[in-house]
């Protein structure tokens, strides 16, 4: 007869409780530890609201005196009530200890999680700043919330200095933005959660549109060609055919060569001839004859509104797998989070910085016009 043993891997979750568990338990076990814990450790940072309010209860009873399992089992009683106190969880709390503990160590450990979870929970404000930028049509809230989350991303980095007793400059946060530092906690990513819910997703074959729309606009008026460069590099747009016809654009601008239809159809047909299958030349045609009556601001609106909707979403799901990537460190993961900000704010430079008085034109409308005129005029 075979027995078959179940291997049941270390759950993440109950390392993490353990964590705290034993945080908790040390800071009781030696009081005296608590100055230099609470600097740098927030009851934010602790993933169980439970031991979150424990936490609370002890800096609150630091100056008073009686932080011993005893008296902290009556301070919880009277703050949560007999019921949520849950004595009996209290007491497996203090049996999971490790015995000579070392809180420091302990509440270094929870701290690296709160902050991976504080880091990763900035992704959803970028994502639903940048639905607001692309809404409405102007950077002015991309931009500001890329602040909040760079000053954010500075906090994370200076309590992990602090708790590790590594150097790093004082963060000062403009007076104009503190208080929504202070505000990106659970509510203010609830509510980003909400406003995207509330918001159709993303819709790949109007994105596709609109860059079809804008090399065409790009071809017919090559002055434009460097000023979009400078934020979109050809690496950007997922259709293969669509960039190459783009990227050869920008390299026959930068060589100072003409621009027009014939000249990038035929570099372009040069630069695929191994590659990704190009648009067809009447594709192109009817890119460039469109492109050529558009409103170049609004075309390039519409392609930075989805580029900047674009790079949130990547953002927010690397900093999310960045976070829960053990192997990362805390300082990377801060690194990773500029990055996208950075990349954020370029793009963003391209819609206007307040909103315009006027809606912009629907572009499939303007494109369907187009197309009715020129079979008219055929």
């Given at each position: 007869m075979?027995?078959?043993?179940?291997?049941?891997?270390?759950?993440?979750?109950?390392?993490?409780?353990l964590a705290e568990q034993s945080t908790l338990g040390a800071l009781m076990l030696r009081p005296d530890?608590?100055?230099s814990v609470r600097g740098w450790l927030r009851p934010d940072d602790f993933a169980d609201l439970w031991h979150a309010q424990l936490y609370t209860a002890l800096l609150e009873r630091q100056h008073v005196g009686g932080l011993d399992p005893n008296s902290m089992a009556a301070v919880l009683v009277d703050r949560l009530g007999m019921r949520a106190a849950d004595l009996p969880r209290f007491a497996?709390?203090?049996?999971?200890?490790p015995p000579h503990p070392d809180p420091l160590a302990y509440a270094r450990m929870v701290l690296?999680?709160?902050l991976r979870r504080e880091a990763a929970g900035l992704g959803v404000l970028l994502r639903a700043a940048a639905l607001n930028a692309a809404v409405d049509r102007t950077a002015a809230p991309l931009t500001t919330t890329c602040s909040i989350v760079d000053a954010g991303l500075e906090t994370v980095a200076a309590r992990w200095a602090s708790a590790t007793g590594q150097p790093h400059?004082?963060?000062v946060v403009p007076l104009h933005l503190r208080a929504a530092v202070r505000n990106t906690g659970l509510e203010a990513r609830t509510a980003a959660d909400r406003y995207l819910a509330a918001h159709p997703p993303r819709d790949p074959d109007a994105e596709l549109a609109h860059v079809v729309l804008l090399v065409g606009t790009l071809v017919a008026?090559?002055?434009?060609?460097?000023?979009?460069?400078?934020?979109l590099p050809?690496?950007?747009l997922e259709h293969p055919g669509w960039r190459t016809i783009y990227g050869t654009t920008i390299e026959l601008t930068e060589l100072g060569h003409r621009v027009d239809v014939a000249t990038v159809a035929w570099a372009a047909h040069q630069h695929a001839h191994h590659g990704p299958h190009l648009p067809t030349l009447g594709?192109?045609?009817s890119a460039v004859d469109a492109g050529r009556f558009a409103y170049p601001a609004e075309v390039i609106g519409a392609v930075a509104a989805d580029q900047v909707r674009h790079l949130a979403d990547i953002g927010a799901a690397h900093l999310r797998a960045a976070a829960a990537n053990p192997a990362v460190l805390v300082g990377d993961l801060v690194d990773a989070g500029h990055t996208i900000t950075t990349a954020l704010r370029s793009t963003a430079a391209a819609l206007p910085s307040r909103a315009p008085a006027r809606q912009p034109a629907d572009l499939s409308a303007r494109r369907r016009a187009i197309g009715d005129t020129q079979a008219v005029s055929r």
């Open positions: 075979t027995t078959t043993t179940v291997v049941v891997a270390m759950r993440h979750d109950d390392v993490v409780r530890t608590l100055t497996r709390l203090l049996g999971v200890t690296d999680g709160g400059d004082d963060v008026h090559p002055d434009l060609v460097p000023a979009v460069a400078d934020w050809a690496t950007r594709d192109l045609q």
